[in-house]
């Protein structure tokens, strides 16, 4: 009776008493991936040759105490580290990546436009009033002049002050930064949509780049977001208000990202509970049709939502 016994630096071939008859080293870490194949070539020369059974498995380790295996043993490992960290890396991490980029971008811009619209203010302060489009305001101080925003927004007597050309030059610096930002955010949008068209075309449909990436970064990547049961993806985004309703008894909550989602947006208050557990039992449905590689059925759960809730 012979017995084989594969591990990362090689395969060895023991008779009955587990005494070494030959021993194949892996040369390189793709030599460990195929290992099928030495396996193979060692039944042929071996005919009966069976793999080691696992009661025999700590004799046999004995083998590799010796100081001669260690460096192969650390180099291999090592290689197989490296492998497993550059097979990490997925769509998943892109997807991640990005919405946690657009959502820093969202707070930066938010508060640079808040010190924009204060410093604006001494120069034309009735703009901030008239303008709630952060976007548009912007926009608006870069390509008018004062006069021409005080002649459109019909400003009779205003009450922002004079300021030198060199002013007005620092403030309209920050506001081309603030634009900048604003167009890295569309960008990085079109991206976060190209990606997940690719990998989750299901969960964009229904979803929507922005909340489904966010589903995704709370659920801690696709795969995890496909096991999870729809009454966790309903209140994905509302872990605190649930833990308060567990500790103090207060009102559980009914929704946590779902709602910003369109659907429970255009319903009244008093059903948006309601529709948010019907899209979260179709987005789960649309998780894992897009992590087992599914058909695209997301139209038509989206069209039966519609319906269901017009």
Request: charged share 30%.
């Amino acid at each position: 009776m012979k017995y084989y016994f594969t591990h990362i630096i090689g395969t060895i071939v023991m008779d009955q008493s587990l005494r070494v008859i030959e021993e194949v080293k892996f040369t390189k870490l793709d030599d460990y991936f195929s290992k099928a194949q030495t396996e193979a070539k060692l039944k042929k020369k071996y005919p009966g040759l069976i793999p080691l059974p696992e009661d025999k498995l700590p004799r046999a380790l004995e083998h590799f105490k010796d100081k001669n295996y260690f460096s192969d043993f650390y180099s291999q490992n090592v290689a197989l580290t490296r492998a497993g960290i550059r097979a990490s890396v997925s769509k998943d991490g892109l997807i991640l990546q990005t919405i946690g980029n657009i959502e820093e971008l969202d707070k930066v811009c938010n508060l640079l436009v808040k010190r924009l619209r204060e410093w604006y203010s001494l120069y034309l302060p009735e703009l901030s009033f008239r303008m709630s489009s952060h976007d548009k305001f912007v926009e608006l101080v870069l390509k008018k002049t004062r006069a021409e925003l005080i002649k459109e927004f019909r400003v009779v007597d205003s009450m922002g002050g004079e300021l030198k050309e060199r002013d007005v030059q620092e403030i309209l610096l920050l506001a081309s930064q603030i634009n900048n930002l604003y167009q890295l955010r569309k960008k990085q949008e079109t991206y976060l949509e190209l990606v997940m068209k690719e990998y989750c075309p299901n969960l964009l449909e229904l979803a929507g780049a922005n909340i489904g990436a966010k589903l995704m970064e709370l659920g801690r990547g696709l795969k995890a977001l496909a096991l999870l049961p729809a009454s966790t993806i309903q209140l994905l985004g509302a872990e605190k208000a649930l833990f308060r309703h567990l500790k103090t008894g207060s009102r559980s909550p009914k929704y946590g990202v779902l709602y910003q989602h369109q659907l429970v947006q255009k319903v009244k208050a008093s059903v948006r509970g309601k529709v948010a557990r019907g899209l979260a039992d179709k987005l789960s449905l649309c998780a894992r049709l897009d992590y087992f590689k599914g058909e695209f059925k997301a139209r038509e759960f989206r069209e039966e939502l519609e319906r269901k809730f017009k």
